[in-house]
Nanobody, 114 residues
């Protein structure tokens, strides 16, 4: 299995980024997926999940209403649209398969300046 994140970068506070996680090597459409992030000096945290039926959940209260997780099964890709970015959103963002097996991507860096 392979997961490759892209779309990270450096933005000013209030800006937007769209992260993509392109996958291969497994049957993407049946997998539950998630995005996680890790800020410097902090533990990695779950940000959002999307299951195979495209039901979504957001684990971090501060991203609710600003971030949107989605998936395109025809492209074997999961996305994280991040709007109104804040400095506290900075970190390395990882995509992960949650079920039926667990795989991690290598991460993409997000930097948000005040």
């Amino acid at each position: 299995a392979r997961l490759v994140e892209s779309g990270g970068g450096s933005v000013q506070s209030g800006g937007s980024l769209r992260l993509s996680c392109a996958t291969s090597g497994f049957t993407f459409s049946i997998y539950h997926m998630s995005w996680h992030r890790q800020a410097p000096g902090k533990a990695r945290e779950l940000v959002a999940t999307i299951d195979s039926s495209k039901r979504t959940s957001y684990n971090v209260d501060s991203v609710k209403g600003r971030f949107i997780i989605s998936r395109d099964d025809a492209k074997d890709t999961v996305y994280l649209q991040m709007n109104d970015l804040k400095p506290e959103d900075a970190g390395v963002y990882y995509c992960k398969t949650d079920w039926p097996s667990i795989y991690w991507g290598q991460g993409t860096q997000v930097t948000v300046s005040a």
